[in-house]
Every structure is written in C-alpha cells, then in structure tokens.
C-alpha cells in the first residue's frame, strides 16, 4: 500500500511507456484497489492516458479496465477485483505520453482486503462443467450500488486460443448471461469453467457368441478415451452394405442382439454418455461379424414339367430368393429315380439356373416310356428342404431289332408259320410287327 508513480512526459514523444505494477494477489476473495491519481498539463492538453490492466496468471493484459487522459484536480478511484484460487492477478498501471509537456501522477495505491463501499462487485461463481461442443452459460451477478456512468468489464482467457478479452457491460444491467466455448472469467466474475470430452471406447465389442438371428457380444468398454462418468451406454449395429442401423440402450455389460437376418454382416460399435448436454460420445471401434445362416424356410414350389421327349425331361418351378434360402451359400439338387433292368436307378444332379426369374433344368440320359419321380433338394449349411415329388413317363421310342436268333419257321405245303421274340427294348406299346 502506499505505492506511488509520477510520470513527467515533458521532453517525450508520444507512445513512450511508463509501468507501475503491484504484487501479485491469490487470496480468495474480493479486493478492493484504491488510488489517486492526476493527468494535467498547464496547456490544457493531455499529457497522456493513465490506462489500468488486469494482469491474470502471469497471462496477456488485455484491454484496460479503467483509463483516464485529463483531470482538473487530483481524483480518488476504487477498483473491485475478484479472485479465487489457484488463479491470481496483477494489477498494472500504465502511461502512455502523448507528446504533450505535463504530469501523470498516481498516490497512495491500496489494497483493501475487503470489497469497496461503493463500486459493485461481482459473487463467486461456481465451477461449470461443458461437454466440448456445447456452450457454458454463467449467471454473474454484482452487488453495489451503480449509476449509469460506472463501468463493468469481463475479462476472458481463452483455452483455445490462449488469447484475452475484455468486455464492457452496461451498468444498469444488475445480472448478465455469457455464452463461449470454453474460458475462464477470471477478472471480476471468476470461474472455472472444465470441458471435458466425452467418452468413447478405446476398443470394438467382443463376439461372445453366434446365432442366425441373433450376436452376444462384450460392450468392451472399461477403458475409454474422453472423460467420465458414464451414466448410459448404447449399442449401434448396422448392415455393412445398406443404410440400416438401429440403437438400443444396454444396462449390463453383455448384450443379445436380436431380430438380425440370418447370413448378414453387420457393424457393432458402443455408444458412452456422461452428464451433461452433448454428453454422448461418438461410436468406438466397430466389430464387424456375420450371422449364421437358418434352415432354409421351405422347399422349392410348383413343380412343373416344361418338355418330355423319349430320353430327357425338362423341369421347371417358382423362382425363390434370400426369404426362402436364409443364406446367400446355397445349391438346388435335382433328385430323380427310375427302373431299369429291373432295378432302381437313383440319380441327383445340381442346378445352376436358381436365380433365374424362369428357372428350369433338363434331365437327360433317360431311358425312353419310363416312368421317373423328380423333386427339388434346397440346401445350405444348415438344413435342407424338398420339394413334391413328380412323376413323369418319358415318351415312347423306336424299339431295338427282333433278336435274329429267335426267328423260327416252320414250312407247310401252302404256308410258312413264323414265331419270334419281342425286341430288348421295347420302347413303348409294340403296335405292329412287319414280315
């Protein structure tokens, strides 16, 4: 206290600098800083400004709260300043010359440990937490009496950009709202503003176990990059081609998720939220993983036969697509059986026509005027389902030659009686024998 400073700017171009700077204050609570001060030449123009800093945690000064460049008479001002730990201030006065011949005078600087009779000053605000992206409002409120002439200044830091700014606010006003992304009010309304991220998994789900409808997974996610605490988590899963997703909120670290189609990739991610507006993380890492697949719905349908020649059929039937197969690894078996020679022949072939909009197959390699059952075998790695069988007879062929052999004659005066046996293969209902 006590602290004085005389300036004479006689023989100084104007800009030159003088500094007067107070110790640094960190007790908690609001000072009050009283001073005269005296800016006067006997030409009657300024010799200078007398501007007043306020110098935040060793920071950037800033604008100047209080200036002044001519009085009549020496004056008496006060300052209330707020601080609150660990942050501590300077106050810093300062002279700026004008180039005009004269005095600036400041006497009897004090620091009052308690708050000024009659500038306001601003109550202690409590710490603010913002999630990043969001915004902080404040509510400062200053008690003291003010006249319209009285001047209020809101001095930010800025995190972001390490920069300080003052800002002059209207002193009829008895309580303001301030919005930024993040800062810290550390002049007259002192605060701590915290911004904190918000979580987000380090790594993907794990894959506990797997259905054709359903994945168990482990949300994985005790260690998080971003803050706490967490007070909800969601599982995001979406196809891996497509558009789809959906979001469902998890209350325990093991999760089913159901209602999946059989044989799809999809993408699982967690989702964390804090407190707070804007509290929710984006997604962690995605697990990327693929369902079974399902028994296949049913067999093929509408059997029907397109062609019949003597030695080969051909077949058709509805087309199907994924609803039936429940998997995209399948094949479609032709199953068949007929007699010949006395015995049961059995045959399968695999059809390459299934996802035709007209599908059909052509058995070939048939015996002519047989009667052959057919149906349809859908398969994939999981089960299998038949069709109805079908039962169709081939057509009617040329049949083989009378065995040579077996021709036998026996002569008569007036006739020749002939007798044989009927062809091998018959090939249909013998009409007509011609000698």
């Not at 180039?99 to 308690?114: F, N, T, W």
């Not at 003291?144 to 002059?168: A, K, M, P, Y």
């Not at 089913?256 to 989702?271: M, N």
């Not at 029907?304 to 429940?326: A, D, H, L, M």
């Amino acid at each position: 206290s006590g602290s004085f400073m005389l300036v004479n700017t006689s023989g100084r171009y104007a800009g030159q600098k003088a500094h007067l700077l107070m110790p640094h204050l960190k007790e908690n609570d609001t000072h009050c800083i009283d001073f005269h001060y005296y800016v006067s030449s006997k030409s009657g123009s300024s010799p200078g400004t007398l501007n007043i800093y306020i110098k935040v945690n060793d920071g950037p000064i800033g604008n100047p709260v209080w200036n002044t460049s001519i009085t009549p008479a020496w004056g008496r001002a006060e300052l209330a300043i707020s601080t609150f730990w660990p942050n501590f201030y300077q106050v810093v006065f300062e002279v700026v010359t004008s180039g005009h011949p004269g005095y600036v005078a400041i006497d009897e600087v004090k620091v009052l440990g308690h708050p000024c009779t009659k500038t306001p000053h601003f109550l202690r605000l409590q710490s603010v937490e913002v999630n990043a992206g969001q915004f902080a409002t404040f509510q400062c409120t200053a008690n003291g009496g003010t006249d319209s002439s009285d001047r209020l200044w809101l001095q930010v830091i800025s995190f972001f950009h390490n920069s300080l700014r003052s800002e002059e606010i209207g002193a009829h006003h008895s309580e303001w709202n301030v919005e930024f992304i993040p800062s810290l009010l550390d002049f007259i309304a002192p605060l701590n503003c915290c911004v904190v991220e918000p979580p987000v998994p380090i790594a993907p789900p794990q894959l506990s176990s797997v259905g054709a409808t359903y994945l168990w997974i482990q949300l994985n996610a005790n260690s998080i990059n971003g803050d706490g605490p967490i007070i909800q988590r969601e599982v995001e899963y979406r196809t891996s081609s497509g558009s789809w997703y959906d979001i469902q909120p998890v209350d325990s670290t093991s999760y089913k998720i159901g209602h999946l189609d059989p044989d799809t990739e999809y993408e699982i991610s967690v989702l964390l939220t804090r407190p707070g507006e804007g509290g929710t993380g984006s997604p962690g890492p995605a697990l990327k993983t693929r369902t079974k697949c399902a028994d296949p719905m049913r067999g093929p349908r509408k059997l029907e036969v397109v062609e019949i020649k003597s030695r080969q059929i051909t077949i058709c039937w509805e087309p199907f697509g994924y609803n039936v197969t429940r998997c995209h690894r399948y094949n479609l078996t032709v199953h068949y059986r007929y007699q010949a020679g006395g015995q049961e022949q059995v045959r399968e072939e695999v059809s390459w026509d299934t996802e035709s909009s007209h599908p059909q197959h052509t058995i070939t390699n048939l015996s002519p005027y047989t009667n052959v059952s057919i149906k349809l075998i859908l398969m994939n790695p999981e089960g299998r389902k038949e069709s109805q069988e079908l039962v169709v007879q081939t057509d009617e062929d040329v049949p083989s030659a009378v065995p040579l052999e077996s021709i036998q004659g026996s002569t008569f005066e007036e006739k020749i009686f002939l007798q044989w046996r009927e062809p091998v293969q018959t090939y249909g209902v013998i009409t007509l024998y011609e000698v």
